[in-house]
């Protein structure tokens, strides 16, 4: 892979994966090779989260055409090895997180992927893209289960800095793109729409009453969390990974 020609995002825009595309691998230990190293390259690229989530869902049964798309992110990677996540001191030391999923957009189960990032400051110190375990009903729906992942993780992170004696300026916040599932966060009155909803999602609405969490709308554009979502096309990617502050170390002063 050294000598091949590196690419500006780890996943073709319009790449759709199924578990049934293409041919089985004869020998899937490379797959499994690959996949189990770029676990541990996420922890430091977030830009990457998504295209690994993906080609992880295949590796019971591997075919070529997985393949392809894993080596598609060594050959990102190849491209921006210098890059990586930069950390600056900030004024302002608050809780920000973005929530985002798609719906639907599996074609094998039909279940959605919910992404999130938080925030620390102007750095991202958590973010995650899983695949949901259930299948959402709605856009709604799969948007609020994905806030209801990003509100677990920003109570456990309030806790941790509880315990190191530190606190966030501002009531932590998350920004979701969908009004509905703002709306339902803040009014327990439009919880009836939501009944086939397991009950341990509305706990989101508890801490937003209690004042312990402020749930606000973003526009699409501004959804840093669609990089750990879906493939986007290079302008966005970009865009996002800057977001993301991930950016070529060697060029910082």
Known sequence: MSTTKSVHTPMVSSSMLSKDDGECLVDPTEYHSFTGALQYIVLTRPDIAYAVNRVCQFIHAPTNLHMVTLKHILRYLRGTLSYGLLFRRSERLSLVGYANANWGLDFDDRRSTTGYCVYFGHTPISWCSKKQQ???RSTAEAKYRSLAAATSDVAWLVSLLTELKLSSVDPPTVWCDNSSAVAVAANPVLHSKF???????????????????????????DQVADILTK?????????????????PLEEVG
Do not use: D, I
């Not at 312990?212 to 554009?221: K, N, Q, R, S, T």
């Open 231 to 247: 493939p986007l096309s290079v302008s966005l990617f970009t865009r996002f990974r800057n977001f993301l502050r991930v950016v």
């Open 134 to 136: 259930v299948v959402s």
């Open 195 to 221: 009944k086939h909803v397991e009950l341990y999602l509305f706990f989101v609405q508890e801490k937003v009453a209690g004042g312990e969490l402020v749930v606000g709308e973003v526009p699409a554009c």
